[in-house]
């Protein structure tokens, strides 16, 4: 694998694990290196680490914590 993948995947710890977790990826990333940015979208995507889940996320939070507040006002 090329020098510069390699520094990358070992520089975030989230992707080395995905990577570990999913060995197709070793081969694609072998084969083309310059389909890093695809890796990244894939790995965000499926830890749920893109804006939308984390607007997602914060919605539910807020959600509950009204849900709460309301069951303790009555």
């Known amino acids: 694998m090329r020098e510069d993948v390699l520094r990358k995947l070992y520089s975030n710890p989230n ?37 939308y889940d984390k ?5 539910k939070q807020l959600n509950f914590a009204s849900s709460l507040i309301n069951y303790l006002q009555k």
Do not use: G, M
Request: charged share 45%; aromatic share 14%; proline share 7%.
């Open 15 to 51: 992707h080395l694990d995905y990577l570990r977790r999913h060995p197709k990826w070793y081969q694609f990333l072998e084969d083309r290196p310059d389909e890093y940015k695809e890796f990244e979208k894939v790995v965000k995507s499926e830890l749920k680490q893109t804006p």
């Open 55 to 59: 607007i997602e996320r914060i919605k």
